[in-house]
Nanobody, 131 residues
Framework: QVQLVESGGGQVQAGGSLKLSCAAS????????TAWFRQAPEKEREFVAA?????????????KGRFAISGDAGTSGDNTYNTVILEMNGLKPTDTGTYYCAADLSLPAGDITSVARYRYWGPGTQVAVSS
């Protein structure tokens, strides 16, 4: 059973920064696509960013130029990700929501932004941006 755990959420003022981390049980990020989604109150869950096992990033238009996703191989020594990080800069009140980490075996590019294509999800971490 794959388990994902997010950390790093919090409350910041507009223009501030946060760094979210997603840690997986076992080194599963090799051959996996890992993504961040977010859900604001009373809204549908939406795609934020993803990274393929090969390290290619994808971003929602709303966060391009402000957010950066990366895989941290830690001390594994074999380029398998232990943690996927989402660095968020220039935060806006519209970025407020619960941020979820999701992962699944390498997905085709056309499916990367789809909530339904990810089998494994973390419990989420809260991000609140005040104006």
């Amino acid at each position: 059973q794959v388990q994902l755990v997010e950390s790093g959420g919090g409350q910041v003022q507009a223009g501030g920064s946060l760094k979210l981390s997603c840690a997986a049980s076992g080194q599963i990020f090799n051959r996996f696509t890992t993504a961040w989604f977010r859900q604001a109150p009373e809204k549908e869950r939406e795609f934020v960013a993803a990274i393929t096992w090969g390290g290619r990033p994808y971003y929602a238009d709303s966060v391009k130029g402000r957010f950066a996703i990366s895989g941290d191989a830690g001390t594994s020594g074999d380029n398998t990700y232990n943690t996927v990080i989402l660095e968020m800069n220039g935060l806006k009140p519209t970025d407020t929501g619960t941020y979820y980490c999701a992962a699944d075996l390498s997905l085709p590019a056309g499916d990367i932004t789809s909530v339904a294509r990810y089998r494994y999800w973390g419990p989420g971490t809260q991000v609140a941006v005040s104006s």
